[in-house]
C-alpha cells in the first residue's frame, strides 16, 4: 500500500468518526428537549338563543382555581406555576363546573398527573380543549317589572316592584329569605352608570322565609320597595330583588368561591351569575334643580 493510500484511509476514517460521533451529539440534544407543559385547559359555554354567554363562573372543584367566560362564552384554566403540589403532584380527577344560577349546574371530569393535565381523557381533547362547546340548559326565567319605571329625585310614593318567575322545564325551588304577608323584602340598585350599589332593606316585619315551588305557568312576587326621596342620585338603574335559586347537586365551596357571604342580603348578592329581564328604573333630577 502506498504512502498516498495510507493517508487517505486514515482521513476517512477519522470522517466517519467524527461524522458519528456529531450524530449522536445531535440525537442526545433532541432528547433533551423538554415537551411542552400541559397546563391550560379551555373551552367554551353556550346558552339560551340570544343570551350573553359572559360571566358563566367555571371552578375546579374541590380547588382555588376558578375563572369567567368572556363575552364569546370562551374560558382558560391555568395550573399553578408549581403545578406539583398537592392536589396536583398526583395522578386525580376533578369535576370542572359550570355555573349559572338560574341555568342548571353542569360539570365534566378532568384529569390531572404530576402537575399537569392529561390530555384526550373525556370531554378534553388532545389540545386541552373541550371537544364541544358546552351548552347550558336554563332552569328559571326571570323577568322584573317596575312601575313607575321612572320618578323624580324628590318622588314621594308607592313604586312597584313585581317579579314574574317560570320554570323553562321542570320545576324549581325558590327561597325568599324575608317575607312579610304577601310581600317579599330586600332589593338592590344598581346604578348603571357607575356601578355603584344602592340597598333598599326590608323592614323589622320582615321575618318569615319563603319557599316556593315553581312550575312552568308564571308566578308573580311583589317586593316592598320605601323610595325615600333625594336619596339617590339621578341615573339609570337596575332593581335586583332578593332571591335565591336551588340547585339540585350543588358542590360544597362553590359558592364560597364567589365571594363571602354571597347568598346574604348586601352587594355581595350580586356575585352571583344569573341572567334576568326587566328591573330597569330611572330617577330623573327634578326640573328646579337643573335650573
Known amino acids: 500500500m502506498t504512502t498516498i493510500q495510507t493517508h487517505l484511509r486514515k482521513s476517512f476514517a477519522a470522517g466517519l468518526c467524527f461524522i458519528i460521533l456529531a450524530g449522536c451529539t445531535e440525537t442526545s440534544s433532541v432528547n433533551q428537549i423538554d415537551s411542552p407543559r400541559r397546563d391550560k385547559i379551555s373551552g367554551k359555554i353556550g346558552l339560551s338563543p340570544g343570551v350573553s354567554p359572559e360571566s358563566v363562573y367555571v371552578w375546579l372543584g374541590g380547588t382555588t382555581l376558578k375563572t369567567y367566560t368572556d363575552d364569546a362564552g370562551a374560558f ?10 398537592p392536589p396536583f403532584n398526583v395522578t386525580s380527577s376533578f369535576d370542572l363546573y359550570f355555573y349559572l344560577a338560574n341555568y342548571k349546574l353542569s360539570s365534566t371530569p378532568v384529569f390531572v398527573d404530576d402537575g399537569q393535565f392529561l390530555y384526550s381523557r373525556g370531554e378534553i381533547g388532545r389540545e386541552g380543549m373541550l371537544i364541544n362547546t358546552r351548552y347550558l ?79 312552568r305557568e308564571p308566578s308573580q312576587y311583589a317586593f316592598d320597595f320605601s323610595f325615600k326621596p333625594n336619596v339617590l342620585p339621578s341615573g339609570r338603574y337596575e332593581i335586583i330583588p332578593h ?15 364567589l365571594g363571602e357571604n354571597v347568598e346574604a342580603f348586601g352587594p355581595n348578592f350580586l356575585k352571583i351569575p344569573i341572567r334576568r329581564k326587566g328591573g330597569q328604573f330611572v330617577v330623573r333630577a327634578d326640573q328646579i334643580g337643573n335650573q
Open 137 to 215: 340548559q336554563e332552569l328559571l326565567i326571570i323577568n322584573t317589572l317596575v312601575q313607575p319605571a321612572e320618578v323624580a329625585t324628590s318622588y314621594r310614593g308607592p313604586i312597584l316592584v313585581e317579579v314574574s318567575l317560570a320554570a323553562f322545564l321542570d320545576s324549581v325551588v325558590v327561597v325568599f329569605p324575608k317575607a312579610s304577608g304577601d310581600k317579599h323584602g330586600g332589593i338592590l340598585l344598581k346604578h348603571l352608570d357607575s356601578g355603584k350599589i344602592f340597598v333598599d332593606a326590608p323592614d323589622n316585619g320582615f321575618t318569615r322565609t319563603v319557599v316556593e315551588k315553581i312550575g
Open 243 to 257: 332571591f335565591l335559586i336551588a340547585q339540585e347537586n350543588m358542590p360544597a365551596g362553590l359558592l364560597a368561591g
Open 76 to 85: 382558560e384554566m391555568t395550573l399553578p406555576a408549581s403545578g406539583r403540589v
